[in-house]
Structure formats: C-alpha cells, structure tokens
C-alpha cells in the first residue's frame, strides 16, 4: 500500500488519506488519525476529518498533544510537510522525534521538495528514511555516488535514480507542476529610479551585515516603484475577465488598492482555495522569503488560467527570478521522471494480471 501521494488537487490528497485510512481500520491496525499540516490550512481540512487530533506545524515545538496519542494505533498523517526543509531548525528536530513514535505514517503534498532536490531528504524522511537509503540529510545533500542494481554509477540525486525509489511508495497524479502558460510581464525602472536602486544598493552593502537583508530591501523597494504601477495599469487595461493581483506584504496591497480601487489584490501568506475563479493570476512582485508560497497558489488555478509575473531589470529580480524557476524547473523533472515511473509500475501489474 502506498503512504505518499503528490497531488496539486485538495480532494484527490483527502480522499487518499481517507482510503489509506480506511484499508489500516479494516485491517485492525489503527483507530485513530493524527493530522500534522500549515496553520493557514486547519479550518479547510480539518472539517472532513472530525473527531480527529489535528495540530499545526508551526505549534509543534510548543505542545505535547501527538506526544501523548496511542503512537501504535494512529495513523500520522503529513500534509505539505516539504516547506520544512531546514534540518537544522527546532520544527524539523521536533518533527523527527514525534513521526518516530508512530508506527503508521502517510504524506500528502502538492510537490516532493521545495527549494532543491537536495531538500527531497526532509520530508521523506519523517515517513521512512530508507526511502532514499540515508540515514541523515547531510549526507543526501552530499550527492555522492551510489551503484545501481544493473550496476552503474549513479549521483544521489539523479532524477531517474529518485524516481525509482520513490515509485513503490508515492503515488503522483501530475507531469507538469507549471501546466499553465507563464508569462513574464516586464516593468523596466526608468532611468532616475535606477539611479535611486543603484544608490540605495550601495548604502545597504555597507550597513547591512549579510546578503538576505539587502536583497529583501531592495525587493521591497523595486516593488513600489511608480514604474511597475504604470506597468500594471496598461495591463489590466488589456485583461478580460476575473484577475487577482499576488504580493509578498499586506501593506503593499493596501498601496494597490489606493490606486486601483477595486482591485483583487492578495498576499501570498493569505489563505488559498478560490483562485479556480480567476482567468489571470499576476504574480506583481516575486516572492522574496517563502517561495513555496506561491505553490498553495498554483496549486488551485484552472488549466486554461494565465499566470503573469512581474520582472524588472534589477538585479534583485534577476536573482527572485532564478530562485523561483530553477525550483520549479527541478520539481517539474522530478514529476515527470516519478509520474512515468508510477505509469510504468500500472501498466507491468496489468500485463502481470
């Protein structure tokens, strides 16, 4: 039976807990399920499992309440856990130490790693770490050689190599993460606001200490510039139908709406769910801190939905930019290379049958 299953739809991941669920009570092997997922996310899940002991991730270094289950007779389910990547952070540690308590684990997310595949490693590793064959993520992230059963030198993280071993574990409905057209809507800085971003570039190399601040401040700063809302402006004038326009802060949607009254504007951090009405989404600034943020959005757009984002010619957006589609471009090779190993796998059965 397989524990894991990549799903960009909500109710395929919900109905696959329940049948996983379902099958483990039949068997006599579990009563109860424990449901670990993002905070912003309880209220929609949680009503199709009542009577259940939901948690959030983001509370789980500061309760005991799953410490405390029947760990041998409740099934742990793991909903979207690749946004905790970082193996070093107290929620990755914490997490380690509860899923090793329970006897039944599952998994269901929108993508199998965020950021890198050298990230694959951490989620995995709260179902089972013999799926990569690793015992600790330094040593995945490592991409050492290993030899195939035919005998071949391979890397850690050959697409091909991850794929077979995720195959009999993880189920995948998608090939393509990014299936919508995506479109680069470019908003140059004139010529004195460049003169401004190359100024305030300067000042922020000196008084910052490290690289991350200043990237985020110089983001921030190019997000308000009166060149992209001008930019904006002549592209909504051309869009038909339903557009939501995507920010990093709530403060910058509050700017947004001042000069476009009326207009849907979210941040990202915003609760997911009804972007199936828009026929636009426009990514207006690149997403600076949680990138995987945008993968809640994505996640729910309709296959015919045009997805918009915004770029200038900063070298800010340039380096946003590459972080958000070398993310992307790895995820996409990875779920193409499982999906036709899943594929594969059915039609091999059917010919056993």
């Known amino acids: 039976m397989k524990r894991i299953l990549y799903s960009k739809d909500i ?9 996983v669920y379902s099958r483990l009570i039949k068997a006599g092997l579990v009563d109860n399920i424990a449901y670990l997922l993002p905070k912003k996310f309880m209220a929609e899940v ?13 509370d789980v270094v500061k309760s005991n ?14 909903d979207r856990p690749a ?83 995720l195959a009999p574990v ?8 990014l299936g919508n057209q995506v479109e680069i809507v470019h908003a140059p800085l004139t010529r004195g606001e460049a003169a ?10 000196i008084t910052e200490n490290s690289e991350r601040p200043v990237i985020t401040r110089l983001a921030d700063w190019t997000n308000i510039r009166e060149s992209r809302y001008e930019r904006l402006q002549s592209l909504l004038s051309t869009l038909p139908g339903n557009t939501v326009i995507y920010t990093n802060l709530s403060g910058h949607n509050k700017r947004l709406l001042k000069r476009f009254p009326g207009l849907k504007v979210k941040s990202f951090y915003d609760a997911n769910g009804t972007e199936d009405q828009y026929d636009q989404v426009v990514l207006f600034e690149l997403p600076i801190v949680k990138g995987y943020l945008f993968l809640d959005v994505i996640a729910n757009v309709r296959p015919d939905c045009r997805v918009m984002v915004f770029r200038s010619n900063t070298t800010v957006d340039d380096m946003l930019a590459k972080d958000l589609f070398d993310q992307y471009e790895q995820i996409n090779q990875l779920a193409q290379a499982l999906h036709k190993e899943v594929h594969n796998e059915r039609r091999q059965k059917d010919v056993s049958q």
Not at 11 to 19: D, K, Y
Not at 123 to 148: C, K, M
Not at 196 to 205: A, V
């Open 11 to 19: 109710q395929h991941r919900l109905s696959f807990v329940e049948s």
């Open 46 to 58: 949680s009503q199709h499992f009542p009577g259940c002991t939901f948690q959030a991730y983001e």
């Open 65 to 78: 309440t799953l410490f405390n289950l029947d760990t041998e007779r409740t099934l742990l389910v793991l």
């Open 83 to 165: 946004r905790y990547k970082n193996i070093t952070s107290n929620t990755f540690v914490r997490l380690s130490r509860l899923t090793a308590k329970f006897r039944h684990r599952m998994l269901v997310d929108i993508v199998p790693f965020t950021a890198s595949i050298e990230y694959l490693y951490a989620p995995l590793a709260f179902v089972d770490r013999s799926i990569l064959g690793y015992q600790h993520g330094y040593a995945f992230r490592e991409n050492n050689w290993e030899i195939t059963e035919a005998n071949d030198p391979v890397r850690a993280h050959d697409i091909g190599l991850l794929a077979r071993k």
């Open 170 to 177: 993880a189920d995948i409905d998608y090939s393509d993460l």
């Open 196 to 205: 401004e971003y190359e100024q305030k570039r300067d000042e922020l190399f």
